[in-house]
Nanobody, 127 residues
Framework: QVQLVESGGGLVQAGGSLRLSCAAS????????MGWFRQAPGKEREFVAR????????AYTDSVNGRFTISRDNAKNTVYLQMNSLKPEDTAVYYC????????????????????WGQGTQVTVSS
């Protein structure tokens, strides 16, 4: 069992930065693939970024590639999402998710492949 709690959301002007954190509890965190998803008003939840258990393999959706960076600290049971050059279209509720290992790497952009979810944190980018 893994429990996830996000923090770090807020209101920021376009061009600004935010760093989201996701604190995990549970002995299996260090073996989990971790992902960030987001859901904008009136839209479906979408994949943002994912990272493997070592932190070496990472992937991003095209719209955030080069602006967002996912990282993890297994000693602290925490995964991060550094968001730079924020745009109004980044406004959404951001969710942290954890997946037990054993699936195909490219499948981890799918919601259904994640076993545990946080409650979400609101990010609002003003123009």
């Amino acid at each position: 069992q893994v429990q996830l709690v996000e923090s770090g959301g807020g209101l920021v002007q376009a061009g600004g930065s935010l760093r989201l954190s996701c604190a995990a509890s549970g002995r299996t965190f260090s073996t989990c693939i971790m992902g960030w998803f987001r859901q904008a008003p009136g839209k479906e939840r979408e994949f943002v970024a994912r990272i493997n258990w070592t932190g070496i393999s990472r992937a991003y959706t095209d719209s955030v590639n080069g602006r967002f960076t996912i990282s993890r600290d297994n000693a602290k049971n925490t995964v991060y999402l550094q968001m730079n050059s924020l745009k109004p279209e980044d406004t959404a509720v951001y969710y942290c998710a954890a997946s037990l290992p054993g699936r195909l790497w490219n499948d981890y952009n799918l919601e259904a492949k994640y076993d545990y979810w946080g409650q979400g944190t609101q990010v609002t980018v003003s123009s």
